[in-house]
Nanobody
Framework: QVQLVESGGGLVQAGGSLRLSCAGS????????MGWFRQVPGKEREFVGA????????HYADSIKGRFTISRDNAKNTVYLQMNSLKPEDTAVYYC??????????????????WGQGTQVTVSS
């Protein structure tokens, strides 16, 4: 089992940057693929990006490709989401997620077993 805690959210102006962190508990963190999702009120949770166990494979949603970067530091049990060139439409609660699976065709976890509590990101225009 793994517990996930996000941090780094906040208020930023359009065009600015933020880095979200997700700290995982447990000694098996490096065996989990990690993902980032976001959700705005009234809408379904949306996939943002994912990274495999080693960090050697990543996949991003088209809406953020080229602006966001996912990385991980298994020695620190932490995964990061670097967000650049932020837009007002990036405003959402951002969640990190973990699962042991990884689909080689889609380059993302097949399912999600664990979720963090979320961190709010607000981008002002």
């Amino acid at each position: 089992q793994v517990q996930l805690v996000e941090s780094g959210g906040g208020l930023v102006q359009a065009g600015g940057s933020l880095r979200l962190s997700c700290a995982g508990s447990g000694r098996s963190f490096s065996s989990y693929a990690m993902g980032w999702f976001r959700q705005v009120p009234g809408k379904e949770r949306e996939f943002v990006g994912a990274i495999n166990w080693s960090g050697g494979s990543t996949h991003y949603a088209d809406s953020i490709k080229g602006r966001f970067t996912i990385s991980r530091d298994n020695a620190k049990n932490t995964v990061y989401l670097q967000m650049n060139s932020l837009k007002p439409e990036d405003t959402a609660v951002y969640y990190c997620a973990a699962d042991r699976s990884w689909d080689l065709l889609t380059n993302r976890p097949v399912a999600i077993s664990y979720w963090g509590q979320g961190t709010q990101v607000t981008v002002s225009s």
